[in-house]
């Protein structure tokens, strides 16, 4: 393990070619979401964000025009309305407790959910000085969502124990990799045969009063905008980076491109947590970074591949920092009156996502960091 001078920890390397399966989760449908936009803000993109914008977006199949909606299209009007909201209970009870913080995940135009999110507002007390520590966790999950589903009620309670247990300051390269490691091996374990083929990607962020710890495992994405600038604190995993493909080809696979760099033309992420079967070419450690926090930290970004494939790292940035100055606006729909700036940032993007053609699962999860970072005596 090396940590680089940015901060960031290597912990050596192993991610899949998706296999969705064909049936459709009945609590994830169709969801229109309207926005007004200031007209005093100067939107990064005219064609996609209008000042007025009312855009409809098929969020599992195709959405019908107004002229053609019946009696049952308007009782479909409604289910949407309370599945965004939905969405969005997880995070509801942090609100309290954070100054700002918003998550959505949607099943996109795929035929089944396999993302998930787990947002745990002071999940943990470090044992020299007690600081305390928030744990966000977004999930992108191939094959299936065993794995996803098991990262979110597991990954942040395996992390707790490990900072807890830390003797002095904590190691958080040797926490987040240990963590990821053992979550891997509890789902290869718990998992049963048909586990096997399954497998999820998973950034973490866990934030203190003066630091910013993001650890990744594969090809969802963490970013933070600081002092108006978009910084990556992860990097992709792809069969195709120079230092990935180096590793996989060490260890005995290939890389074929079959629709898209692939390990064993399968796998497009090298590394997640499960797919056991495409082992030690895909592997859970993660890539860590540790931040120091600055007065300059404006937000933090985490979401999966259905919003990075299409919305750049620059231009979600901008999209967010507009919406938490208020210059965009839901003009009705779901608690528009109610709804927080940091919810209304991750609803926009995923429908922004959705508009660029995404296909896939969308999960954001939008965190606003504090003007001043807490100290603790």
């Keep these: 393990m090396t940590v680089d001078a940015g901060g960031r920890v290597n912990n050596g390397s192993r991610k899949r070619s998706r296999h969705r399966r064909a049936r459709c989760a009945p609590q994830h449908t169709n969801i229109d979401i309207n926005y007004e936009i200031n007209k005093k803000a100067s939107v990064v993109d005219a064609d996609e964000l209008p000042t007025e914008m009312s855009m409809t977006a098929p969020f599992c199949a195709s959405s019908s025009s107004s002229s053609d909606r019946s009696p049952e299209s308007d009782v479909a009007a409604v289910l949407r309305e309370e599945l965004l909201r939905e969405s969005m209970t997880e995070c509801a009870a942090a609100r309290a407790v954070v100054s700002s913080l918003g998550c959505v995940s949607v ?9 998930a999110v787990r947002v745990e507002v002071g999940f943990a007390m470090g044992a ?38 830390a ?36 950034v973490v962020a866990v934030i203190g009063g003066d630091v910013v710890v993001v650890a990744n495992c594969g090809d969802s994405r963490a970013v933070m905008c600081r002092g108006g600038t978009a910084i990556a604190l992860s990097e992709d995993h792809k069969p195709n980076r120079p230092d990935e493909l180096k590793r996989i080809e060490a260890a005995g696979g290939r890389v074929i491109n079959w629709n898209g760099h692939r390990i064993l033309g399968v796998l497009a992420t090298s590394r997640s947590i499960g797919d056991q079967y ?4 895909v592997t859970p450690d993660p890539e860590v970074r540790v931040m120091e926090r600055t007065s300059t930290d404006e937000f933090l970004i985490l979401a999966t591949d259905g919003l990075w494939d299409v919305i750049s790292n620059e231009y979600a940035c901008q999209v967010v920092k507009r919406c938490l100055k208020g210059r965009i606006r839901r003009r009705h729909g779901q608690d528009a009156a109610e709804e927080d700036e940091a919810t209304r940032a991750a609803a926009i993007l995923v429908e922004l996502a959705m508009a660029r053609g995404s296909r896939d699962n969308i999960s954001v999860i939008v965190v606003e960091l504090n003007k001043q970072p807490r100290r603790f005596s």
């Design 107 to 115: 099943i996109g135009r795929r035929r089944e959910m396999e993302d």
């Design 278 to 281: 495409l082992k030690p070419f």
């Design 128 to 165: 020299l000085f007690g600081d305390l520590y928030d744990f966000f966790g977004v999930y992108d999950g191939h094959g299936g969502a065993h794995v996803a589903g098991a990262c979110k009620e597991r990954l942040h309670g395996v992390v707790k124990g490990r900072v807890e247990a």
């Design 167 to 202: 003797e002095g300051l904590v190691d958080w390269g040797e926490v987040m990799a240990g963590s990821f490691v053992e979550m891997d091996a509890d789902v290869v374990k718990t998992g049963g045969e048909a586990a096997r083929t399954v497998g999820s990607t998973a």
